[in-house]
């Protein structure tokens, strides 16, 4: 590194807080980032590193944002969301869902992630601990420091489908516990919490009066089972879970930041006291585009959800072929989520691989497939595949992968 440079860099950052200091960076950004550094120097690179839906976000949906445009929708909304949305998104959980709320329960926000730092903002206090199923989102371990509570790992296993018990829930419980906080169906895993799995955890957590549950759904209508359920709708705890989900995944509506959740009034209220000192409304448009998608037909979503299924299929028959890989079979989201530790230890030329991490690294300058090493997810034997890709793409990358992985020894 340029000396002047290095001072440079030195002098800055002892000016940062310890906040940002302490805060991770996303891994799965960071190696978009890579992949797209690699990809501006002319490198034809497979990217299957984010998770983000490779379809175009449906028309109907396009129009309504388009018609808020012409008809001059284009002012300051209510911090938590334009009525009709609310009321839409109150609708579908009651009828989709089995979560009786009404519209003031409802907090629209910029994406599930702000949904997520919203409530965790607004419950934890510092010091208190929040249950973290593993593997997990890259983000919640983050958020919850941020939070500045302490965040508690409970790993489920691949032999278990990566699915959390609740008798491992019980065991990780301290006086300390404020939450527990975990999405179904999981990203990076793709595990789906059945009703019993998630009736059983209740039942622990309803033992406490002073924990809650914080349950990421994002990933509901990209379910293989045929059967989505929400722990929210459960007597026991149903005054104490808070629900997150949003419009990126089974809409395909990345780019348009809409997210939402339901939860008890007073926690509604407190999220939305938060989002007013950040944000404010989440933008008018999408507000109006995700009317249209909350109460518009759902043939494309099906058809996207049935597409992601056709390519799981797809890269777990191609993954048999690669010597060492260990995979279950994801019950939902786009994700692949292997152990490649029958790599580690093994060498070509310079590289040297020690973790999932210099697995990824190799495999994207010397196979050019962009993935996710599963340490950022709790799962440092792992990495994550993501299946929300083409076909043809997710052909050729398999191949690169297994010639690449030959290579070392």
Sequence with gaps: MNAVLEAQIKAVVPALSERINALAESQTLEMAKKARELKAKGVDVISLNLGEPDFQTPQ??????????????TFYTPVS??????????????RDNGLDFKPENIVVSTGAKQSLVNTLMALVNPGDEVIIFAPYWVSYFEMVKMAEGVPV?????????????????KAAITPKTRAILFSSPCNPTGAVFSKEELTDIAQVVAAHDNIFIIADEIYEYINFTGQHFSI????????????????????????????????????????????????????????????????????E???????????????????????????NKPEGAFYIFPDVSYYFGKSYGDYHIKNSYDLCIYLLNEGHVSLVDGGGFGAPNCIRISSAASDENLVEAMRRIKVTLEKLQ
């Excluded at 109907?60 to 445009?69: C, N």
């Excluded at 409970?154 to 829930?169: D, I, M, P, R, Y």
């Design 60 to 73: 109907h949906i396009k129009d309504a944002a388009k018609k808020a445009v012409d008809d001059g929708f």
């Design 81 to 94: 969301g334009i009525p009709e949305l609310r009321k839409a998104i109150a609708e579908k959980l009651k």
């Design 153 to 169: 790992l409970v790993h489920g296993s691949l032999e278990a489908e990566f699915k959390v018990t609740a008798e491992q829930v």
């Design 232 to 299: 929210g709708s459960l007597d026991s705890v149903k005054d104490r879970t808070i629900t997150v989900n949003g419009f990126s995944k089974g809409f395909a509506m990345t780019g348009w930041r809409m997210g939402y959740i339901a939860a008890p009034k007073w926690i509604a209220d407190a999220c939305d006291k938060m989002q007013g000192q950040v944000t404010s409304g989440a933008t008018s448009i999408t507000q109006k585009a995700a009317l249209a998608a909350m109460t518009g037909d759902l043939t």
């Design 301 to 327: 979503t099906k058809k996207m959800s049935a597409a992601y299924l056709r390519r799981r299929d797809l890269v777990l028959g191609l993954l048999k072929d690669i010597k060492g890989i260990k995979a």
